[in-house]
């Protein structure tokens, strides 16, 4: 009976794995946002896309701000400038890095700051593998990057359930 449990269980989290992460879906990891001071109206998340089959970022929404956006940092002669992006094309196999100085996601408008240690929710919009839900650990101000990136669950955003 002890030898069926663990086969059951197997088979249970092999099943999990496969409906996490479809075939050809979206591979998000790394997604980290900055703590930010009070009485700011904007903050930023970074993460890494990886779509195996090619897909488009479309949109990003939040409900923790008023409006989000994507955005990308370009250097114009000496000065360093920010213009929004339509869509963010994920090339077949190839990461793509959201990061700060780079491209990244802007939330405008925030209800309320964003706090070391708690998470903000984040729905991503593709072209191909639709919408995708994740909870997003806010790092300390000043963070350039995830403090989980290698640990515990891999650097994955971690899904949230999707809501219909």
Same mark, same amino acid.
Do not use: Y
């Given at each position: 009976m002890a030898k069926f449990g663990s086969i059951l269980a197997g088979l249970l989290l092999f099943a999990g794995a496969a409906l996490a992460a479809p075939p050809g879906? *979206? $591979? *998000?990891?790394?997604?980290?946002?900055? =703590? %930010?001071p009070g009485g700011a109206e904007t903050g930023a998340i970074y993460l890494t896309? $990886? =779509?195996?089959?090619?897909?488009?970022? %479309?949109? *990003?929404?939040?409900?923790?701000?008023?409006e989000a956006g994507m955005h990308e940092m370009i250097q114009a002669g000496n000065i360093m400038k920010m213009r929004q992006l339509p869509a963010i094309d994920l090339p077949p196999g190839r990461t793509v890095t959201l990061h700060p100085g780079?491209?990244?996601?802007?939330?405008q408008g925030l209800k309320k700051p964003l706090r070391a240690g708690d998470t903000v929710s984040l729905t991503l919009d593709f072209a191909k593998a639709g919408k995708r839900e994740i909870e997003v650990p806010i790092e300390k101000i000043g963070a350039m990057g995830p403090a989980h990136a290698g640990h515990g669950h891999g650097g994955m955003a971690m899904p949230m359930p999707m809501h219909h």
């Open positions: 879906s *979206v $591979e *998000v990891q790394n997604a980290w946002a900055r =703590a %930010t896309l $990886e =779509a195996p089959n090619g897909d488009r970022l %479309t949109g *990003v929404s939040s409900p923790a701000a008023r780079g491209m990244h996601i802007m939330l």
